[in-house]
T-cell receptor, first 117, second 109 residues
């Protein structure tokens, strides 16, 4: 696609429910990143995909968080048993990056705003 | 672990002024450095990408420089306009992208 697309743009859920956030990167971009931004805060790294594998998932805050990427394209971030502290904007970004090589320019989606009541 | 710092955290200037935003990083073994702007409630928009072999990049009124040896980058904005008001973030690429906490810029008409 022309840009990084994220859905839903807004999600309100009740505490304890599971949510899925979707990211559709720019076509041909091999690297995909998930970040979280809480209100008034900086970006918190969650996970990085190179193709379908995740060489770095060190930022996932707990085992309630998981992510996958299929076909080297779309990625989903799943949060199980949501808590109020999970409320944030979840940002996805993609870049072209040959394995072990120089990353190209990083492009972001508009984010998914999650509110846990 | 790479740490990225941006100074100042907030800046307010009158329209027309030239200004400099600073970004410093602790590990000089980086691939690229990229500057972004973020408007309230929006995602990040890429402004400039400087590859590790480059020293600067220019786009319109924006000029970014990179000094890897000293772990510093600056973003120069010429003739600032109210539309430049946003948060500016730098990110360094060292296998994953490490972000600073940003400089919130307000340009007063």
């Amino acid at each position: 696609g022309a840009g990084v697309s994220q859905s839903p743009s807004n999600k309100v859920t009740e505490k304890g429910k599971d949510v899925e956030l979707r990211c559709d990167p720019i076509s041909g971009h091999t690297a995909l990143y998930w970040y979280r931004q809480s209100l008034g805060q900086g970006l918190e790294f969650l996970i990085y995909f190179q193709g379908n594998s995740a060489p770095d998932k060190s930022g996932l805050p707990s085992d309630r968080f998981s992510a996958e990427r299929t076909g080297g394209s779309v990625s989903t971030l799943t949060i199980q048993r949501t808590q109020q502290e999970d409320s944030a904007v979840y940002l996805c970004a993609s870049s072209s990056r040959p394995a072990g090589g120089l990353a190209g320019e990083l492009f972001f989606g508009e984010g998914s705003r999650l509110t846990v009541l | 672990k790479q740490e990225v710092t941006q100074i100042p955290a907030a800046l307010s200037v009158p329209e027309g002024e030239n200004l400099v935003l600073n970004c410093s990083f602790t590990d000089s073994a980086i691939y690229n450095l990229q500057w972004f702007r973020q408007d309230p409630g929006k995602g990040l928009t890429s402004l400039l990408l400087i590859q590790s072999s480059q020293r600067e990049q220019t786009s319109g009124r924006l000029n970014a420089s990179l000094d890897k040896s000293s772990g510093r980058s600056t973003l120069y904005i010429a003739a600032s306009q109210p539309g430049d008001s946003a948060t500016y973030l730098c990110a360094v690429d060292g296998n994953q992208f490490y972000f600073g906490t940003g400089t919130s810029l307000t340009v007063i008409p």
